[in-house]
Nanobody, 123 residues
Framework: QVQLVESGGGLVQAGGSLKLSCAAS????????MGWFRQPPGKERKFVAH????????YYADSVKGRFTISRDNAKNTVYLQMNSLKPEDTAVYYC????????????????WGQGTQVTVSS
C-alpha cells in the first residue's frame, strides 16, 4: 500500500509556472511507476505524464509535451511535475497516482491516488 499527498497547486497567470509535488508513504515507492493526471471542472480525468520506477523513462500527453516535466526523487519518496508556460486550459485538479508494472495512460490501471491539488490558470 502507498498513500499519496499532492501539494503545490494554486492560482497563476497564463505563461507562468508551478511545481507540483506528490509525497508518498511506504517503503516500496521506488518500485512504482508514478503518474500525473488532471480533471478539469465537469470533465473526465485524463493522463498528463508518467515516469518509470527508476526515473529513466518518461512519457507525456501531447497537450503538455515540451511544457511540463515529470521527475522523481526516490530517496525522498516524492514525484514532481514542473509546469511551465501555463495556459488557461491547464486549469484542473491535478492528481498523482501509482501503479506497479509498466507505465500507462489509462486512469483505471493506476492503483493508488492522492486527493488532488487545484491548479488555476488565469488569462
Amino acid at each position: 500500500q502507498v498513500q499519496l499527498v499532492e501539494s503545490g497547486g494554486g492560482l497563476v497567470q497564463a505563461g507562468g509556472s508551478l511545481k507540483l509535488s506528490c509525497a508518498a508513504s511506504g517503503r516500496a515507492f521506488s518500485s512504482y511507476v508514478m503518474g500525473w493526471f488532471r480533471q478539469p471542472p465537469g470533465k473526465e480525468r485524463k493522463f498528463v505524464a508518467h515516469i518509470s520506477s527508476g526515473g529513466g523513462n518518461t512519457y507525456y500527453a501531447d497537450s503538455v509535451k515540451g511544457r511540463f516535466t515529470i521527475s522523481r526523487d526516490n530517496a525522498k519518496n516524492t514525484v514532481y511535475l514542473q509546469m511551465n508556460s501555463l495556459k488557461p486550459e491547464d486549469t484542473a485538479v491535478y492528481y498523482c497516482a501509482a501503479r506497479g508494472g509498466i507505465g500507462s495512460v489509462i486512469v483505471t490501471r493506476f492503483d493508488y491516488w492522492g486527493q488532488g491539488t487545484q491548479v488555476t490558470v488565469s488569462s
